[in-house]
T-cell receptor, first 117, second 115 residues
Framework: EAGVTQFPSHSVIEKGQTVTLRCDPISGHDNLYWYRRVMGKEIKFLLHFVKESKQDESGMPNNRFLAERTGGTYSTLKVQPAELEDSGVYFC???????????????FGPGTRLTVL | AQKITQTQPGMFVQEKEAVTLDCTYDTSDQSYGLFWYKQPSSGEMIFLIYQGSYDEQNATEGRYSLNFQKARKSANLVISASQLGDSAMYFCAMREDTGRRALTFGSGTRLQVQP
């Protein structure tokens, strides 16, 4: 079974440009999450999809970030316009969602390293 | 608000020895789950082990075990018989069973296994 995949693995852009990150969850997983780790700080939650619906977007830092999950499959996270402080590693995770919340393990992708110059 | 504390930024261990990575947590909920993830230098986050707050026995997965002390609010990861491939960052994480599924992570511990 394929794991969570993310594209690209690295992205280097200039301040003010737009970047779109993509996440393909494990097949059949209804839940999809975005997290990010900025400059050695803790990994922070951004948002959570259940199928195509945003269940929780309380971690989104501002309106420069837009996440979508069309058709409940893959998800994109767009940063527009990118700022220097957006640099970091963006992780995507997915979980089945069929068990009780506590045992619904999240499986992570390899992350996208974003550098904003 | 939930919080995870990992007080060991870095740890060294000799190959074949056991090592304990500390994790303490703070929550006002009675029902929650605790997770450990491993992040090798390649970058991916690998799920290692899970402990539910109502589980009476400590979780074990192969060489990994979780020393869960609920009263102390600690969930330390024990790796037995360390291998060179265990060198990585290790993150402790928690999720409360309130319906919100976001994981809260600690700052991580970098483990280096020496031959």
């Amino acid at each position: 079974e394929a794991g969570v995949t993310q594209f690209p693995s690295h992205s280097v852009i200039e301040k003010g440009q737009t970047v779109t990150l993509r996440c393909d969850p494990i097949s059949g997983h209804d839940n999809l999450y975005w997290y990010r780790r900025v400059m050695g700080k803790e990994i922070k939650f951004l948002l959570h999809f259940v199928k195509e619906s945003k269940q929780d977007e309380s971690g989104m830092p501002n309106n420069r970030f837009l996440a979508e999950r069309t058709g409940g499959t893959y998800s994109t996270l767009k940063v527009q316009p990118a700022e220097l402080e957006d640099s970091g590693v963006y992780f995507c995770a997915s979980s089945p969602g069929r068990l009780g919340a506590a045992t619904d393990t999240q499986y992570f992708g390899p992350g996208t390293r974003l550098t904003v110059l | 608000a939930q919080k995870i504390t990992q007080t060991q930024p870095g740890m060294f261990v000799q190959e074949k020895e056991a090592v304990t990575l500390d994790c303490t947590y703070d929550t006002s909920d009675q029902s929650y789950g605790l997770f450990w993830y491993k992040q090798p230098s390649s970058g991916e986050m690998i799920f290692l082990i899970y402990q539910g707050s109502y589980d009476e026995q400590n979780a074990t997965e192969g060489r990994y075990s979780l020393n869960f002390q609920k009263a102390r609010k600690s969930a330390n990861l024990v790796i037995s018989a360390s291998q060179l491939g265990d060198s990585a960052m290790y993150f402790c994480a928690m999720r409360e069973d309130t319906g919100r599924r976001a994981l809260t992570f600690g700052s991580g511990t970098r483990l280096q296994v020496q031959p």
